[in-house]
């Protein structure tokens, strides 16, 4: 089993900062990639950055600039800075990660796994 634990949200006012992180533990052989995604209610889940195993990040156009993610592989954690926030970067916050797991049977192929998501709220 493979679970993710996401920390770091909470409320901050426009323009501030906040630093998420996700934690992956369990039966992991590899994590190909991490993420965060955002979602607001009414609204489908949205992709806010990803990280791959070597590196090369992907952020959505509304938060280039400001978000920066980044993983500590050796920990099998995941990290989202952001700065400059803003009220519409409120939402609930998922943690994802596409990983490999190990078991008695051997070494599977990749599967994705959230975490229990974290709130952000920016106040205007």
């Known amino acids: 089993q493979v679970q993710l634990a996401e920390s770091g949200g909470g409320l901050v006012q426009f323009g501030g900062s906040l630093r998420l992180s996700c934690a992956a533990s369990?039966?992991?052989?590899?994590?190909?990639?991490m993420a965060w995604y955002r979602q607001v209610p009414g609204k489908e889940r949205e992709l806010v950055a990803s990280?791959?195993?070597?590196?090369?990040?992907n952020y959505a156009d509304s938060v280039k600039g400001r978000f920066s993610i980044s993983r500590a592989n050796a920990e099998n954690t995941a990290y989202l800075q952001m700065s400059s926030l803003k009220p519409e970067d409120t939402g609930v916050y998922y943690c994802?990660?596409?990983?490999?797991?190990?078991?008695?049977?051997?070494?599977?192929?990749?599967?994705?796994?959230w975490g229990q998501g974290t709130q952000v709220t920016v106040s205007s």
């Open positions: 994802n990660a596409a990983i490999v797991v190990v078991s008695t049977s051997g070494i599977h192929g990749a599967h994705d796994y």
């Open positions: 990280i791959t195993s070597d590196g090369t990040t």
């Open positions: 369990g039966s992991i052989f590899s994590i190909k990639s």
